[in-house]
């Protein structure tokens, strides 16, 4: 782990990066600044990579998270969001099953080049019923097969869903960790998974997040722009 990631904003702990992977128009942008400011935004740039940086309160205690949403649209082809990243969620619409199948060609790349990373399948648009053309049981069966975390959630609807989903997919996240750094390291099971859906809440982030523009052509390295805040 790099010097500079083990000390942001005051934090001892390492930076958890988390890569959100999926097609177009599925709401990455729109869960991701739903999760991290409580508001929802419909209409995003989505031509190049988003990353943002804050500090949450998890279990009590403050983790430096950058959240890169990532644009589509083919992820197989590049190393730089695998190698980025420590854990992955990957969206899709459940009015969209292209978006759907997309996801889940996600999720085999995820699972096969790093095989030992938290991922979280994660279906938006739940509240448009008359549209829905994934199955809430296909999704969760896709998922366990891959021993992936799973939910489904609204944006656009509520901000209560996206915070659980998220904030417990950190914690699981942070007993990833405990559990690498243990003499007797073994993967979290698929029960053990869906038991740490139960569990506290993290108090609301922090409401001001550093945003950067990463340019998609030059190995997310360069800026195209400065940092701003939302």
Known sequence: MRTEDKMINGSSSPVVRIAVLGSYQVGKSALTVRYLTKRFIGEYRS?????????????????PVEIMDAAPPNYASSNVHMHWAEAFVIVYSVCDRESFRNAGEILETVCSQ???????????????????????????????????????????????DVTESLD??????KISRCQSSSPRQ???????????????????????????ILDKHDDRAKLMKSSRQL
Do not use: W
């Open 47 to 63: 031509d190049t990579d988003m990353l943002y940086k804050c500090q949450l309160q998890v279990e009590g205690s403050p983790l």
């Open 114 to 160: 790093r095989s030992s990373a938290p991922v979280l399948l994660l279906g938006n648009k739940n509240d448009l019923h008359h549209l829905r053309e994934v199955e809430e049981v296909e999704a969760r069966s896709l998922a366990l097969s891959h021993a992936a975390r799973f939910s489904e959630v609204s944006a656009a609807e509520s901000c209560k």
């Open 168 to 173: 417990s997919f950190l914690r699981e996240i």
């Open 186 to 212: 073994r993967k979290l099971s698929v029960s053990r998974m869906l038991g740490s859906l139960i569990g506290r809440h993290s108090p609301p982030p922090a409401p001001i997040t550093e945003l950067i």
